[in-house]
Each structure stands twice: as structure tokens, then as C-alpha cells.
């Protein structure tokens, strides 16, 4: 779709109207499109989230364990951007009128929509969560009323070894074990998942593997073998899930609800919306669906932005060749893991440890909400 197209033949007295982007969901991706957006074009951008502060989502483990982490307000991170920014919840895409349905009964209208609502983790029955801020301080205030007891993380992803090792090593009178249904580490390389075990060893992590959950109880975990798993608190971490807007829009998407996009990132169905981040079906220079990650949405919304500039210019939008570079993993505030990856994600034997990992992490965490702020940082590999 050209820019002719997009914008029809709408005119204001002195020339042509502005294009209008709407952007929905304010993550690491939507923040950082909106901000780009606004740096590379001259339409009116709109930002639409549900709240109105900005979820560091990757320090959620953090706040669990007590430490006080920075929520900005929106209205601060895009001051004199031009964004205008509306709390509100998009509940509904009309595609062939070009608006979007808001929650509070109001309606935008767009000549390109940036879809970028993210990724929850789906939680079940008397378990607790890290996904979103809500559910991360109950989570604390629970274990900081606990004087003892036992804690089962469920998920040996990224997320879960995280939260087992913080929680583990802000709260030792309690006994953590992190329940996954492979082997820890691995999709790390040697080095790397022989340093994680050790970690976990020094913080008094038990490592349930090879056990997949079936069910959780008040009192814990049943198992897929038949066997009880005792916890006084589960944590889930099992996972992402999107939501189903985009389907029930009809927007074409893969079967867990990802929109479909091509090289550009513009939707294979309807190509004056863009989709960046956990939401979208992605490929990076490999061939395959980038994962959901903050890695992945922040360069996404970068190249996404560009793409929109392409196209509102008249010009023809370049592919996204993403190649990946690291997975760091926070281990505790005094551990960490720094593991190069080749372009497809596969790890190479290359590993950073220990203290300077950590401070390394540390450093990605904080240039992650830098960049919302400064989003002409490059922020791919």
C-alpha cells in the first residue's frame, strides 16, 4: 500500500492532512515505536495502553523480592515528543474502517496502526505470577509474611531462573525449588548451564527436572507422573500467551495468535498495519520466529518505525535482518550469565560470569529504559 493510498485524497487548508498512526500497547516495543515515530515522520501519534505508567518488565522478579524499581509515568517519558498518550484498553479492530474501539466507548481512527499489545503470562488457580507489576508486589508481600515455608517456581525458562534465584537469595529462611519440564540450561551452552547449576547450588535452589505440572493445589503441585509436589507459594512462570484482538479482528495469524507480518514487518493480510514485538510472528535473518523477548520487541519497533517512515514517504520499506547476539540472565544481584549466541540463538561456548555478568545485566536493564527516551540508540545486534 502506497502512501497515496493511505492516505487518500483527505486534504486540510494548506495541503495535505497529516498521517495518523495509532500505536497500542505501551511495552518495550510500543513506547519505543511511538518515540520513533515521532522523531521520523510528521504524522500525529497516538500511544493507547492500559495504565499509565511504563512496566519494566524484565526487573518484575525484582520487585517480588522487595527492591523498589522506576515505573515512569508515560506522560513523562514522551513530554514534549508530540505522542499523545491515552490510558485506555484497545478492545476492538474495525479493518476496512480504520478504527480502533477503546474501552471507555471512545474510537480512534488511523491510516496506519502499529500492533504491539504484548504478551501475558496465563496464571492458574492459586498460583502467583511476575508478569505484570499487580501480581510481582503481591507475590513480595507474600513471601515477606512468610517466616518460613517452601516456594516452587514452575518454569526453567529465562523468567523462572531468575525469580527462583532472586527469591532465593532475598529470602534464605525460605526453601526454593524451580520446577521445569526439560534440564536446566538447556538451551545454554556447557559452561553456561554448569555456571547456573552452581548458582543455584549456593543459593539453595532445588532443581525439580524433567517434571511437568498437571495441576496446582493451595498446598502445591500435582505432577505428571501422579506424584505431590508440596508448596506453601507457587510461582508460574510458564510461558507466554498473546492476546486474541488480532484474530478476532481478522488480521491473519499463526496458531498461537501472533499477527502474521512480512520482511518489513507490516501484516501479510492487511499491510497499512505494522506488528512489532510478542505479539507478531516475527522472522529474523534465519528464517525463524524471533522469540518473545525485550531483545527482540525494542529493535522490532525500531525497524518498525522505519518501515512506516518508508511508507508514508513513498518509498519502498527495507527487511528486518535481526541476528541475535546474547542471552544475559540476572542470578541474584551478585551472579549473572552473559552467553553469546550465534545469529539463530544457538549458544556458542563463550560465556561471561559471576560479578561482572551481573553488572553487565545490570547495565542492559537500565539502557532498556533509556532507550525509550532516546530511541535513535541502536538497540539490534
Not at 58 to 81: C, E, K, M, N
Request: glycine share 12%; charged share 25%.
Amino acid at each position: 500500500m502506497t502512501a497515496t493510498e493511505i492516505l487518500g485524497t483527505r486534504r486540510v487548508r494548506g495541503g495535505r492532512e497529516r498521517a495518523r498512526v495509532v500505536v497500542i500497547g505501551g511495552g518495550y516495543g510500543g513506547q519505543l515505536a511511538a518515540q520513533s515515530l515521532a522523531r521520523r515522520t510528521d504524522a500525529t501519534v497516538t500511544l493507547v495502553n492500559d495504565g499509565d505508567r511504563f512496566v519494566q518488565r524484565v526487573r518484575l522478579h525484582q520487585v517480588a523480592s522487595g527492591q523498589p524499581i522506576d515505573a515512569p509515568r508515560f506522560a513523562d517519558l514522551l513530554g514534549g515528543t508530540g505522542v499523545r498518550f491515552l490510558d485506555d484498553r484497545a478492545t476492538g479492530i474495525d479493518l476496512a474502517a480504520h478504527r480502533v474501539s477503546l474501552r471507555d466507548g471512545g474510537a480512534l481512527d488511523y491510516d496506519v496502526l502499529v500492533y504491539a499489545l504484548g504478551s501475558h503470562t496465563p496464571i492458574p488457580e492459586h498460583a502467583h505470577d511476575v508478569s505484570t507489576t499487580a501480581g510481582a508486589a503481591r507475590l513480595g508481600e507474600r513471601l515477606r509474611d512468610a517466616r518460613t515455608g517452601r516456594v516452587a517456581v514452575v518454569g526453567g525458562g529465562l523468567t523462572g531462573l531468575e525469580t527462583a534465584t532472586e527469591i532465593a537469595e532475598a529470602f534464605p529462611r525460605l526453601t526454593t525449588t524451580l520446577v521445569t519440564d526439560g534440564a536446566l540450561g538447556a538451551d545454554l551452552s556447557g559452561r553456561g548451564a554448569a555456571h547456573v547449576r552452581r548458582v543455584c547450588a549456593r543459593l539453595g535452589v532445588r532443581l525439580l527436572e524433567h517434571a511437568s505440572v498437571v495441576a496446582v493445589r493451595p498446598d502445591g503441585l500435582t505432577l505428571a507422573d501422579g506424584a505431590d509436589e508440596p508448596a506453601d507459594v507457587v510461582v508460574w512462570t510458564a510461558g507466554f500467551a498473546v492476546g486474541d484482538l488480532a484474530a478476532r479482528a481478522g488480521l491473519a495469524v499463526d496458531a498461537r495468535g501472533r499477527a502474521l507480518v512480512d520482511a518489513t514487518l507490516r501484516s501479510s493480510s492487511h499491510p497499512d498495519v505494522v506488528a512489532i514485538g510478542d505479539a507478531a510472528a516475527a522472522v529474523g535473518s534465519d528464517g525463524s520466529v524471533v522469540r518473545m523477548a525485550c531483545a527482540t520487541a525494542m529493535p522490532a519497533a525500531q525497524h518498525g518505525a522505519r518501515t512506516v517512515a518508508a511508507v508514508l514517504a513513498g518509498s519502498e520499506p527495507r527487511p528486518w535482518g535481526f541476528r541475535y547476539a546474547v542471552r544475559c540472565i540476572s542470578l541474584g544481584r551478585r551472579d549473572g550469565l552473559l552467553q553469546v549466541v550465534h545469529g539463530d540463538d544457538r549458544p556458542r561456548d563463550l560465556v561471561l560470569t559471576g560479578r561482572g555478568a551481573a553488572r553487565v545485566k545490570e547495565a542492559i536493564c537500565v539502557n532498556a529504559l533509556r532507550v525509550q527516551t532516546h530511541p535513535r540508540i541502536p538497540t539490534s545486534a
